[in-house]
């Protein structure tokens, strides 16, 4: 990219985000808490950000998108943080940033045609279905099966602790196809729609956090799709899926930076009103130790994880790099938000001071998308050539 180019792209990056701020400070800080305590936030909330332009900004114009760049899709995620937003991040990151790209990479024109207009205006909300009660993060233990049965196929099983679960018009599900074939080789995804047969919303899952996100069981009980239902290859499931976790980790890992740095911010102001023994305790050496270590480290991970942005829009990005993100900013905000909460004294254990509430909603970050453990077996395995 030129020079020009670039500063032309940060203009309009900068614009953007403008945007995207003022949308978040009008249309979802004020009724968020009010959306926590319902264990939901509203539907109307996906139209919104739809009418904005706020779902799936990087599909191309032919489908309805505005075919921006990578960057635009991640401020979206990066303002919602920033503003402690997390559960409306994390359920509009999946379908935006995840469904719509298993959609316009692996689907068929039909396809794309059928599903993607609708998933950019809100009216369609997407999900994925791959964990189960039985197994999340050996995804290829799976047990949920679909039989070829003349042109359709027939799926049984069970999904758990998928976001979206109650909102979601269409559900892309990974099931057995092939249970004579060892691991990952028999696994297919779907395409299917909420409203057929068969399919059953299960409860809204209560979570520790992540309140106003809906997490549920979904059940699907001879289910029959059409054989157009399938998206990618059939028994192709797993290579879809282990390809496009490279966007799912780095906006998983953006994320929650964009949070860190959301709190930070946040608790810099508190330091500095809050007195105690006759001083701010900014002035505390203690609270300075920690403001400076968790600057540094806030720092440190932007750098980092900027350059994953850049390798994941020039198609650079490995699975080593990736995962090293996500392991490394997942466990620091882990830490952060705790260092944030602890600064607040019992202010910080009360539900009206936000950073209790990013405390509890950081937690997930080191288990969805693949747990900090999963992520070092990833790294390990590169670093020994394994
Ligand atoms: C709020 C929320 C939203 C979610 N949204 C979705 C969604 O939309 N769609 C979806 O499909 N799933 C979703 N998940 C599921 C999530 O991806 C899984 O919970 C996660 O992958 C871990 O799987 P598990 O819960 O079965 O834990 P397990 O796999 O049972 O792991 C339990 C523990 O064992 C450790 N462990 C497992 N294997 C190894 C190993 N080989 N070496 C060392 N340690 C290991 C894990 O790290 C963990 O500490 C969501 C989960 C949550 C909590």
């Not at 030129?2 to 940060?10: E, F, G, N, V, Y």
């Not at 249970?179 to 729609?193: M, Q, R």
């Not at 929650?256 to 900014?282: D, H, M, N, P």
Request: with cysteine; charged share 25%.
């Amino acid at each position: 990219m030129s020079t020009a180019d670039s500063i032309q792209l940060k203009e309009e990056l900068d614009l953007f985000r403008e945007n995207v701020k003022r949308f978040v400070a009008a249309e979802i800080v004020p009724d968020y808490p009010k959306w926590d305590d319902a264990q939901i936030f509203p539907r109307e909330v996906w139209e919104k950000m739809g009418e904005h332009g706020l779902l799936a900004v990087d599909i191309p114009e032919e489908y309805g998108g505005i075919g921006a760049d990578f960057h635009f899709s991640m401020i979206i995620q990066e303002e919602l943080q920033r503003a402690n937003c997390a559960a409306i991040s994390t359920s509009t990151s999946v379908h935006s940033d995840i469904v719509c790209h298993y959609v316009l990479n692996r689907g068929t024109e039909a396809q794309k045609q059928h599903y993607l207009p609708r998933l950019i205006t809100g009216s369609c909300v997407g999900a994925i279905a791959m964990t189960e009660p039985g197994t999340g993060s050996d995804l290829q233990a799976i047990r949920a099966t679909a039989r070829e049965d003349g042109d359709s196929f027939v799926i049984n099983g069970s999904k758990t602790f998928i976001t979206n679960g109650q909102h979601c018009d269409v559900c892309i599900v990974a099931a057995k196809t092939d249970v004579n074939v060892a691991g990952s080789k028999g696994i297919t995804l779907f395409l299917v729609d909420a409203d057929i047969d068969g399919f059953e919303k299960g409860r809204n899952l209560e979570k520790i956090g992540l309140h106003a996100s809906d997490t549920s069981e979904l059940f699907f009980q001879d289910v029959r799709v059409p054989k157009e239902s399938v998206l990618g290859q059939i028994g192709g499931g797993f290579a879809v899926l282990m390809g496009e976790l490279q966007r799912e980790r780095l906006t998983l890992a953006n994320g929650a930076l964009a949070a860190a740095e959301g709190i930070f911010e946040q608790t810099i102001e508190y330091v500095k009103e809050r007195k105690a023994f006759g001083s701010a305790l900014s002035e505390f050496q203690n609270t300075k130790f920690k403001v400076a270590e968790m600057a540094t480290e806030i720092k440190i991970h932007r750098a980092f994880v900027d350059e994953c942005i850049e390798k994941l829009a020039n198609g650079t990005l490995d699975v080593e790099t990736v995962s090293m993100a996500k392991l490394s900013v997942s466990e620091m905000l882990g830490r952060v938000t705790d260092t944030c909460l602890q600064l607040h004294g019992g202010y910080g254990y009360m539900k009206e001071y936000g950073v209790s509430r990013a405390f509890v909603d950081a937690r997930v970050q080191r288990i969805y998308g693949g747990t900090s453990e999963i992520m070092k077996e990833l790294i390990s395995r590169s670093v020994l050539g394994r």
